[in-house]
Nanobody
Framework: VQLQASGGGLVQAGGSLRLSCAASGRTFNSYGVGWFRQAPGKEREFVAAISWSGSSTSYADSVKGRFTISRDNAKNTVYLQMNSLKPEDTAIYYC????????????????WGQGTLVTVSS
């Protein structure tokens, strides 16, 4: 499966962005999907994940209550709605997919998108 992340940009603190992860190549509804991010000089970290059906989700404590992950399997797309953004959310955001249930470990994902840059100014 090929993944294409989009929707990043520059936003002021307190603002919102919606990231999209579009999939192609295989039946997407068999894959768990995760969002990860990597800030300059830091390791890649888990942000959120969603099951193949969308009925189960998981969030990092740092984004809980502010970010919402969702998916539309008819459109082969997973979304990450990011509200109340903070400067510390600045990073390159990656979507990833794995066959079966999702994971909060980047090592469990076989397929990765190219990343989209989110910059939050103070």
């Amino acid at each position: 499966v090929q993944l294409q992340a989009s929707g990043g940009g520059l936003v002021q603190a307190g603002g919102s962005l919606r990231l999209s992860c579009a999939a192609s190549g295989r039946t997407f509804n068999s894959y768990g999907v995760g969002w990860f991010r990597q800030a300059p000089g830091k390791e890649r970290e888990f942000v959120a994940a969603i099951s193949w059906s969308g009925s189960s989700t998981s969030y990092a404590d740092s984004v809980k209550g502010r970010f919402t992950i969702s998916r539309d399997n008819a459109k082969n797309t997973v979304y990450l709605q990011m509200n109340s953004l903070k400067p510390e959310d600045t990073a390159i955001y990656y979507c990833a997919a794995r066959l079966g249930f999702y994971s909060d470990s980047a090592y469990e994902y076989a397929y990765w998108g190219q990343g989209t840059l989110v910059t939050v100014s103070s």
